[in-house]
Nanobody, 125 residues
Framework: QVELVESGGGLVQTGGSLRLTCVAS????????MGWFRQSPGNEREFVAA?????????RYADSVRSRFVICRDNALNAAILQMDNLEPENTGDYYC?????????????????WGRGTRVTVSS
């Protein structure tokens, strides 16, 4: 059974940090590119960051987070990590990770094969 599970969300003040983790089960994650998306109420899921399959040497970010977020892989944990620093209220939302088998680069939700259930991030002003 294929499953992605996100964790690490929470409530932080503006300028704070959170570390999101997406752990996969049911397959080897190194064969998949991973993406993080944010969704706020009434809005569509929007791209945040992506990391390529295998060693994770390829990364891509939304312009709004490029200097503040870092995405990487932890292949020992079969996981993708999103380190979020200097958070802003605009970063508030539900964060979802998705995977795509051996394709780079995908920034649309329809391009991903599987999704987790999300983890909520709230940044207070």
């Amino acid at each position: 059974q294929v499953e992605l599970v996100e964790s690490g969300g929470g409530l932080v003040q503006t300028g704070g940090s959170l570390r999101l983790t997406c752990v996969a089960s049911g397959r080897i994650l190194t064969n998949y590119s991973m993406g993080w998306f944010r969704q706020s109420p009434g809005n569509e899921r929007e791209f945040v960051a992506a990391v390529g399959w295998r060693d994770g040497a390829r990364t891509r970010y939304a312009d709004s987070v490029r200097s503040r977020f870092v995405i990487c892989r932890d292949n020992a944990l079969n996981a993708a990590i999103l380190q979020m620093d200097n958070l802003e209220p605009e970063n508030t939302g539900d964060y979802y990770c998705g995977d795509r088998l051996r394709v780079w680069f995908v920034n649309l939700p329809d391009g991903y094969d599987h999704w987790g259930r999300g983890t909520r991030v709230t940044v207070s002003s």
